[in-house]
C-alpha cells in the first residue's frame, strides 16, 4: 500500500511516464519527460472538497397521542437516498463490491497502480476504453458529479460539467484521470477505508433516483441495507456497472424484463458471484447455490411530495410552501431574491432536513372525518370548496388543516383535484384568500369598544333608513338598507349591538358604522395583522359602506388568527406550521422567534368575546348551529358573500376554529349596488381552450349535497364537529369578564320636546345622544298641529337608544269619555277628572231611575277636546231641579 511522501513520489512518476507515452508519444520516454510529469502531478489541486451527498428533507408531524413523538409525513428528494453507517450494510454487499471494482482496495493508497497501469496501456493500444479506477477514484468521480447536480443552474449546465468531471477520452480524459488520482491520495491520507466504502455506497446511483445502498435495497427488495441477500447484494452491486440499463423498475422486456427473469440483471449479478468466488468471499456452495436463483424484486416506491400525506396533504403542502416562500425562513432555509427561490428549492430537495410540524395527527385524523362525513369532494353545478383550519390561540401553531378536494399537484378541477390550499393565503396556499362576509363585522365591534361604545347601547338598525358614511372625517355616501340586504329579509330592529350581533344584522352594523368611521374601523384590522389573500394591505376606503360587510378575500387562516387574538385577550400569535428544522447533520437550525404581539387591549378582547357568545349562545344567534354544547365557553360569528361564500369561525380560550365553504373560483360580474340587491348570480371561467365564457351557477342556498344538505348548512357541522375534537383534546376555561363600563346601559335624561317643532325637537334629543325617528301618524294634543305632542319614552333612557316623536294634531288631548247609561252622578266624576268643564241638562220622564240616566253628550264620546273645554251632558230623571 501506497503511504506518505513515498508513495506520492512513486505513483506521480509512473502517472507522469504513462501520461507522458501516451500524450505525447512522439517524445522518448526519457528522465526529463518523467521528472516534468511529477512537478505537474504535485501541481495539481489536492484537497477535494467532500460534502454531504444530496439527501432527501422529511416533514413530520405530532402523533397527537400525548407522547410528543413524531412520525413521518412525507419526504422530498431529487435524489431518494438514506445515508447509513458502516456497520449497517451487510458484509454480502462489500464482499460483491470490492471483490468485482477493487480487489486491491485494502492494499493500494487510493490508486490501484497495476489496474490503471493495465487499463491506461489497454486504452492507449486499442479502440476500447477500461476503467480501472479505484474504488477511492469512483468516489472521487462520484463526489465531482454530485457538485455539479448540485450547483448545474440547468440541463446544458449539468451535461457540460458531468462530461467534465466523467470523460475518459483523449488528453482531457488523461489530465482528469490524474486529477482523480491526485484527490483520490489525498482523501484515503484524510479517511479511513471503511469511511470511503460507506461513503462511495451511500452516493452511488442505483438506477432513476434512487441513490445509495440503503434507498436501493428498501426501493428494489423492500429490505435493509443490513438485512440483503447474497443474490440482493450481488444484485445491486451489478446495477451499479450501468444503472439506468440494469435497474428493476423500469425493465426492458427484450433485455431486462419479468418476462425473460431480468435477463441482463441476472447476467451481471452472476458476473459478480463470479467475481467474489475468484476472489475467495464466498464458497463454492454459496455461489452454487445463488446461482441457481431467479432475481424477485419486490418493488415498494417511497412516494415523494405531499401526496404521500394521505388526508394531510394539504397541511403538508402548506409547510412546503412555507419553507420555499416565507420570507420569515430566510435564516433557516435561504434568502428568497425577488421570485427566485432556487435555493429554497434546493433545501427542500437535496438537503436532508428534518422539519417538525405543528399538525396534531389526532385532531387532524377528527378534522378529515368531519370533512369527508359532510362535504362533497365536487359538485357539478360548482367549483365547490371547503375547508376547515384549527390555530392554537396561544401559540399560533396550526393544529389541523382539512380541505374537501383531492390533492394533486395537476389536477381536474372539474374532478375536484387541485393543490390550492383553500385556508391559505398566497404565499402560504397559492390562494387568494375569498370574501368575509360578516366574520369581518368582528372590527367594527371592536372599533365601537374601542370608542368607548357599550354593546348595551341602543341604536335604530331599522332597514329603510339613510345611513351616512365618514372615511377620516370625510363624507363617502351612505347605506339605505333594504330587506334584501338582512338575512332572511329581516326588517331590522331598534335594539342592542349584542342583539345585531346575535343576529349578523347588516342594517344594524350599518348604524353603528354611520357613527363611526370606516377607515378606522379597517385599520382596526390592519393592525390586528389582517392583509389580503393576495398579501397587499385591507383598503381603506373602495368599497364604501360595503365593505363593513367583508368584501375584501381573506385567507380563513388568517381571519382564525384575528379570532385566536380575541381569545387570547388580545394577543395575536402569527399563524406557523413549522416548530422545528434539523440540517443533515442533526444540527438546529435558526427558527424565526415566536411572534406573539399585543394588538388589542385585553379589556376590549375580553368584551368582544363577552359580545360575540351572543351569536353562538343567544336565543336567536346566527351560529346556533355550530354550537357545541359541552359547557365550553366559545364565541364567533357566521358569514355569508353573494351566497357563494361562506363562513363560520368560533373559539375557546384555548383553539380557534375556522370553517370556509364555498366556490373556490367565482368571479363577479357587474357593478355592487350597496343599497340594493346584491346577490350577482352570475360567474365568469376560464375554459381548457383559455377562452372565458360566463355561465349561471347558482348559489350555496340553492344548492344541495348528494345526501340533501343545503351547500350553505356545511359550514355549522364542520365547525361544530372540529370544535368539540378540541374542546375534547384541550379543554377550555370561561372567558374573563367584559369591561363594566363597555357593557353598562347608561341612562340619561330625555330633552321635554312638546310645543317644539319637528327639527328643533330632532336636533334637541341628537345633542343629547339619542337617536330620533317620527312616527308617521299624527296623534290628538294640545299642542298646534304640526308641534311634537310628547316624546315616547320620555323622562329617561338608555344612552343612544331611539327616541320617537309623536306629532300634535291640533284637536286637543283628551278624548271624550263614553258614559252613557251612567248616572248623571258617576258621568259628572269621569268627564271632571278628565279636566273638562261640565254643563248640564234635564229632562223629566217617569220611568228613569231614581238617580238618573245620561243619554248623551256634546261633544260626543271619542272625540278629543283640549283641557278645561266645555262638554254638554244630556240626561232623563224623574224631576229636575235646579242643583
Known sequence: MLGGLLGLVGLSAIAGILVTA?????????????????????????????????????????????????????????????????????????????????????????VDLIGTGRALLSNAVSESTQGGSSISQQYVKGVQLQ??????????????????????????????????????????????????????????????????????AQYYFNTTAKDLTLSQAATLVGIVNNPNTLRLDYPDSETNGEENGYAAAKNRRDQVLGRMLAEGTISQKQYDETIAQEI????????????????????????????????????????????????????????????????????????????????????????????????DNKTGNILTLAQNT???????????????????????????????????KIFT????????????????????????????????????????????????????????????LNSGFWAMGSQLDVCEIHQVAVDMGLKRGDGKPIPQNDDGAFSLLGSK????????????AVANGGVRCEPTAIVGAKDADGNDLPMPENECRRVLDENIANTTAFDMRSVLEGSQ??????????????????????????????SSRNVTTAAWVGSYDAVYEGEADYNGNLVWKYRQNINDAGRSTTEYRGDLFDSYTPNGTQLAQLRYSLSKANQAAANARFGGDNFPDPDPGLIKTTRHPVPNVAGMSVEQATQALRDKGFNVSVDPNEIPGDQDKGLVERSNPSGEAPAGSLITLQVSNGKGSIKVPDVKGMSYAKAYDQLFEAGLRIYRSCSEKDDAPDEGRVTRTNPSAGEYLTDGARIDIYYESKTCDDE
Open 445 to 504: 365591534i371592536i372599533d365601537w369598544l374601542k370608542n368607548g361604545r357599550s354593546v348595551n347601547e341602543v341604536l335604530d338598525g331599522r332597514v329603510g333608513r339613510t345611513m351616512p358614511m365618514t372615511c377620516n372625517g370625510s363624507p363617502i355616501g351612505s347605506a339605505t338598507p333594504t330587506r334584501g340586504d338582512n338575512f332572511a329579509g329581516n326588517g331590522g330592529l331598534v335594539g342592542t349591538v349584542q342583539k345585531f350581533t346575535e343576529l349578523s
Open 147 to 216: 457538485v455539479c447536480e448540485r450547483t448545474a443552474a440547468n440541463e446544458e449546465e449539468l451535461a457540460d460539467c458531468a462530461y467534465e468531471a466523467s470523460t475518459a477520452e483523449g488528453t482531457a480524459g488523461y489530465q482528469r484521470k490524474l486529477q482523480e488520482m491526485r484527490y483520490a491520495i489525498t482523501i484515503e491520507q484524510e479517511y479511513s477505508k471503511e469511511q470511503i466504502l460507506i461513503g462511495y455506497l451511500n452516493l452511488v446511483n442505483f438506477g432513476g433516483s434512487t441513490y445509495g445502498i440503503e434507498a436501493a
Open 553 to 564: 378575500n381573506v385567507a380563513p387562516i388568517d381571519m382564525a388568527a384575528i379570532y385566536a
Open 406 to 440: 383531492r390533492f394533486s399537484e395537476i389536477g381536474d378541477k372539474t374532478k375536484g383535484e387541485t393543490s390550492v390550499i383553500f385556508a391559505g393565503d398566497q404565499v402560504h396556499g397559492s390562494s387568494s384568500g375569498f370574501e368575509a362576509g360578516s366574520t369581518y
Open 621 to 650: 344567534g346566527s351560529g346556533a348551529p355550530a354550537r357545541v354544547g359541552d359547557g365550553i365557553q366559545t364565541f364567533g360569528k357566521t358569514g355569508t358573500h353573494q351566497n357563494l361564500q361562506s363562513w363560520m369561525i368560533q
Open 296 to 391: 424477485v424484486p419486490d418493488v415498494t416506491e417511497r412516494v415523494k411530495g405531499c401526496s404521500a400525506a394521505g388526508g394531510s396533504a394539504y397541511f403538508c403542502q402548506y409547510v412546503t410552501n412555507t419553507i420555499l416562500n416565507d420570507p420569515r425562513y430566510d435564516e433557516a432555509f435561504g434568502a428568497i431574491e425577488g421570485d427566485n427561490n432556487t435555493e429554497r428549492q434546493n433545501v427542500l430537495r437535496r438537503g436532508g432536513l428534518e422539519i417538525y410540524t405543528t399538525l396534531d395527527n389526532g385532531l387532524q385524523y377528527e378534522a378529515q372525518q368531519a370533512m369527508a362525513a359532510n362535504a362533497p369532494q365536487y359538485l357539478n353545478n360548482l367549483r365547490f370548496g371547503a375547508t376547515t383550519v384549527q390555530i
Open 22 to 110: 501516451t500524450v505525447t508519444p512522439a517524445i522518448a520516454v526519457s528522465g526529463y519527460a518523467a521528472s516534468s510529469a511529477i512537478s505537474l502531478f504535485d501541481s495539481l489541486p489536492g484537497n477535494l472538497q467532500i460534502d454531504r451527498p444530496m439527501e432527501p428533507t422529511t416533514i413530520y408531524a405530532q402523533k397527537g397521542d400525548g407522547s410528543g413523538e413524531y412520525y413521518e409525513l412525507a419526504s422530498f428528494y431529487d435524489q431518494n437516498r438514506e445515508p447509513v453507517e458502516y456497520n449497517q450494510v451487510s458484509p454480502y454487499v462489500y464482499d460483491a463490491l470490492l471483490s468485482t471494482e477493487d480487489p486491491r482496495f485494502f492494499e493500494h493508497g487510493g
